[in-house]
């Protein structure tokens, strides 16, 4: 699966406008700032080496739909909708540093040695500063936005989501990694290792079969 330069131009442009509709000026200064800075890469990185999203616009398209689905929630409950488009844009942002990606993708030295959480919270706390009188406190969330993203110490978070908008990105992420491989599983026509019929072949990551609805 790869994201065409069309369908990248047209998920640039949504993040862009979701960008331009933040009320918060700090947010949307950093916001741009890093987008801006990052822009050759973040177009056209893959969101991981294997598990989602492992193709050319990945991250991108990743980015996009935490937005989407996190900003719903986010509404729903009250939360701050801002600050769930930022943990959206900003909670991978590390991977621009983890990963290279040229034909192929793999694990960079800093990547193996540091990883994207903390090499996000650098990229975050690099870009507040660099805007004279960013408020301390909106910094402090949005670097525990990036750093409880994974929403469990065993799975690689150095603290667990303590806020609305942090439990609402660590789900919605999650949410969004898995719903890939669901769909990417059902789809998987004529690979041998599918299955065949209304039952896919045994997923290893997901635990199970998956249910093929309308399929004799
Ligand atoms: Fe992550
Ligand atoms: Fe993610």
Same mark, same amino acid.
């Given at each position: 699966m790869t994201a065409g330069s069309?369908?990248?131009d047209e998920m640039w442009e949504q993040l862009q406008?979701?960008?331009r509709a933040v009320a918060n000026p700090w947010l949307r200064r950093l916001l741009e700032s890093v987008v801006m800075e990052n822009a050759e890469r973040l177009r056209k990185w893959p969101a991981a080496l294997t598990v989602h999203h492992a193709y050319a616009g990945g991250l991108l398209e990743h980015i996009l739909k935490v937005a989407e =689905?996190?900003?719903a929630v986010a509404v729903a409950y009250a939360a701050d909708p801002d600050l769930v488009l930022a943990g959206a844009v900003l909670h991978d942002i590390g991977k621009l540093e983890e990963l290279h990606h040229d034909d192929v993708t793999t694990y960079t030295r800093e990547g193996n040695l540091i990883g994207h959480i903390t090499l996000g919270v650098m990229i975050v706390r690099q870009a507040a500063s660099a805007i004279p009188s960013f408020p301390s406190e909106l910094r402090a969330h949005l670097e525990h936005l990036v750093v409880s993203h994974h929403g469990d110490r065993k799975l690689g978070s150095p603290v667990e989501p303590m806020?609305?908008?942090a439990f609402i990105l660590s789900? =919605?992420?999650d949410l969004d990694a898995t719903l890939f491989q669901v769909q990417q599983h059902l789809?998987?026509?004529g690979d041998p290792d599918a299955g065949?019929?209304?039952f896919?072949?045994?997923h290893p990551r997901l635990r199970r079969v998956l249910f093929r609805r309308g399929v004799r």
């Open positions: 069309r369908a990248v406008a979701r960008i =689905v996190g900003q806020t609305t908008e789900a =919605v992420d789809t998987q026509d065949e019929g209304e896919t072949a045994y």
